[in-house]
């Protein structure tokens, strides 16, 4: 089998003409000038990210295939960067454009921009140390992180779970949520949430009653924040201390 010889692509002749394409494009276009600025200087970033990633980024320019990947890892790599939605979203457009330049039409996921007033979402690294932090505090502690991440319950809701309402199967797994104003939600839960549930309902038991127990009984909405030296509930203890997340959804 032959090698192929010579530069990578990111590093040659589609690159520097793509780029040369789309500043073409923006000389002529009707946005604006601090648009177009920022559209130049997004482009830049991109190929000088794709020049410190040529060996796994070489096919960027050479097929739809190739350049969707590209924006897509380079998109991954802003959102772990902590780079702001729209920041990543203005991007995406430069690149859609530039790409366009030489036809290749991608179509690349945007980054979800939080509404107002909505809690930050952890990053892949930041999630894995919450759970690793939860665990080493035990089967319990897991699951209820397990239960805040992965099904979207809020502190109240969390404390409030009876052993009825988790219907967990070899395959499947739902948990029912009370919350605000008597309303019941029933969510999936994922194989990592159902383990760890399981896990708990292993040593608690599995008969009806307050899913959360301790060495005094139930836990009550206190006992699920854990408050502690320092006063910081259980959850909110655990993810600020292993993400940058200051107001989470608990």
């Not at 099904?151 to 779970?161: D, K, V």
């Not at 924040?225 to 203890?237: I, K, N, S, T």
């Amino acid at each position: 089998m032959s090698s192929r010889s010579g530069p990578p692509a990111t590093s040659a002749l589609p690159a520097r003409e793509a780029v040369a394409a789309a500043h073409r494009h923006l000389d002529r276009c009707k946005l604006s000038a601090n648009t177009v600025k920022a559209y130049r200087r997004q482009i830049a970033a991109y190929v000088a990210w794709l020049a410190e990633h040529a060996a796994e980024r070489d096919d960027a320019f050479a097929d739809l295939v190739g350049a969707e990947a590209a924006v897509t890892a380079w998109r991954r790599s802003r959102i772990d960067d902590r780079a702001a939605p729209n920041t990543i979203n203005q991007g995406i457009a430069a690149l859609t454009l530039m790409y366009a330049q030489v036809g290749l039409r991608i179509d690349v996921k945007r980054a979800t921009v939080p509404k107002p007033g909505e809690p930050d979402a952890l990053t892949t690294a930041e999630q894995g140390a919450v759970e690793r932090a939860a665990a080493r505090r035990g089967a319990r502690d897991a699951a209820i992180i397990a239960v805040l991440l992965f099904a979207g319950a809020r502190e109240e809701e969390c404390a409030r779970l009876e052993a009825d309402d988790i219907a967990i199967t070899a395959r499947t797994g739902t948990i029912r949520l009370h919350g605000k104003g008597d309303q019941v939600r029933t969510v999936p839960i994922p194989p990592t949430a159902r383990a760890r549930i399981t896990a708990w309902l292993d040593i608690r038991g599995r008969q009806p009653g307050p899913l959360w127990t301790g060495q005094r009984g139930e836990l009550t909405i206190s006992g699920i924040r854990g408050r502690g030296a320092g006063g910081q509930p259980l959850a909110l203890r655990t993810i600020k201390t292993h993400s940058r997340v200051k107001h989470p959804h608990l």
